[in-house]
Nanobody, 122 residues
Framework: QVQLMESGGDSVQPGGSVRLSCAAS???????MAWFRQTPAEEREGVAA???????TTAESVKDRFFIFREDAENTLFLQMNNLKPEDTAMYYC?????????????????WGQGTQVTVSS
């Protein structure tokens, strides 16, 4: 099993940047990792995912603005979010699954963090 803890959520103005971190309890190199987000009014949405081999995928809604990367030596996953928009406001969750995938299907992942809030408003 792996425990996940997100950090880095913030309140920023449109156009700003935030970097989220997800600390894994260990052996993160064995897992594929992903970021999801959710607002109270909508279902959870896949944002970006990265496999053990570094292959990745990003949702169209955030492509060229959000970037996922991982530092397995530090057991940490990151999400760099640039040019933030009000519609990016959400709770952001880190997720993990054993094996090598880069898939934004929520049902694939069986380990989840508690989330970190990102608010974008002027």
């Amino acid at each position: 099993q792996v425990q996940l803890m997100e950090s880095g959520g913030d309140s920023v103005q449109p156009g700003g940047s935030v970097r989220l971190s997800c600390a894994a309890s260990g052996f993160m190199y064995r897992y594929s990792m992903a970021w999801f987000r959710q607002t109270p009014a909508e279902e959870r949405e896949g944002v970006a995912a990265m496999g053990r081999d570094g292959s990745s995928t990003t949702a169209e809604s955030v492509k060229d603005r959000f970037f996922i990367f991982r530092e397995d030596a530090e057991n940490t996953l990151f999400l760099q979010m640039n040019n933030l928009k009000p519609e990016d406001t959400a709770m952001y969750y880190c997720a993990a699954v054993w094996g090598n995938y880069y898939n934004l299907s929520e049902t694939l992942y069986n380990y989840w963090g508690q989330g970190t809030q990102v608010t974008v408003s002027s």
